[in-house]
């Protein structure tokens, strides 16, 4: 398989390092955000160029624009791009959660993923082809009890896609995806000492990376799980 351009949202941990890793693993050039300066140097040492790791809030959409800007200039639109930096709120019923960090949840988790849609997805229509995989969730499907605002976000997402999927050129495919239940700091956040009992984000990769691989315009707009 020829290389492919990857671009990730959220790459400084979780799921989205584990993927960064296995992408570049086998032949792919990934380019990366996440908030954490220490985390974006570290994976600028340890992979260094063609690859490409960058400080951007995807909540911000000046600065997702600029991100956008510099990348698409250097390297053109990506093949894969995988919108999975997303917040949790802290488990609590919702009439407890506050206002800030329920506006915080609803910034990152659908905000963030329309500004890099905003201004990555016009490069790629124009290019005529590329998919986009929304990190959807479970609970993108289904509720639980505490984690309100992280499941209206993520039924938000479904239906964002979905739309998205239906204003798409022939070629494109954008696609909401439950990647399953993984040990990650957010696994940590909402199912506590629970959470050790999955798979780790890098087994998670292993599986999860050729099967992302393999999306493309036939599985425009349909609900994924990652099995
Ligand atoms: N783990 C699971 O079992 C599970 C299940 C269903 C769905 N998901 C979804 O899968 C995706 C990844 O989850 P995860 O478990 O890997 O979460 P995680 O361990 O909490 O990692 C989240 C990542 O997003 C980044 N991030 C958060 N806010 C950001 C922002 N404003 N701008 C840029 N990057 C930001 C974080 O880095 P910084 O802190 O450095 O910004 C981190 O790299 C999410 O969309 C999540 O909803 C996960």
């Given at each position: 398989m020829s290389a492919k351009t990857i671009l990730i949202t959220g790459?400084?941990?979780?799921l989205g390092r584990a993927m960064a890793e296995e992408f570049i693993r086998d032949g792919h050039i990934v380019f990366g955000c996440g908030r954490s300066s220490s985390a974006i140097e570290e994976l600028r040492k340890v992979f260094g160029k063609p690859h490409g790791f960058d400080v951007v809030d995807v909540a911000s959409d000046g600065s997702v624009k600029a991100w956008a800007a510099r990348l698409l200039k250097s390297?053109?639109?990506?093949?894969l791009l995988l919108n999975n930096a997303a917040l949790i709120n802290k488990n609590a019923p919702l009439w407890k959660v506050p206002a800030d960090e329920f506006d915080r949840v609803m910034d990152v988790n659908i905000k963030g993923v329309a500004n890099v849609i905003r201004h990555f997805t016009p490069a790629m229509i124009e290019k005529g082809r590329g998919v986009i995989v929304n990190f959807s969730s479970g609970w993108g499907r289904s509720t639980d009890a505490e984690v309100a605002p992280y499941c209206a976000t993520k039924w938000a997402i479904e239906g964002l896609t979905q739309a998205l999927a239906q204003e798409f050129p022939g070629g494109m495919a954008a696609i909401p995806l439950n990647p399953g239940v993984i040990n990650t700091d957010m696994l940590q956040s909402c199912f506590g000492g629970s959470a050790s009992s999955y798979p780790t984000a890098d087994q998670w990769a292993k599986r999860a990376v050729p099967f992302l691989l393999g999306l493309?315009?036939?599985?425009?707009g349909q609900p994924m799980t990652v099995s």
């Open positions: 790459v400084s941990r979780g390297h053109g639109p990506p093949d493309g315009p036939k599985h425009n």
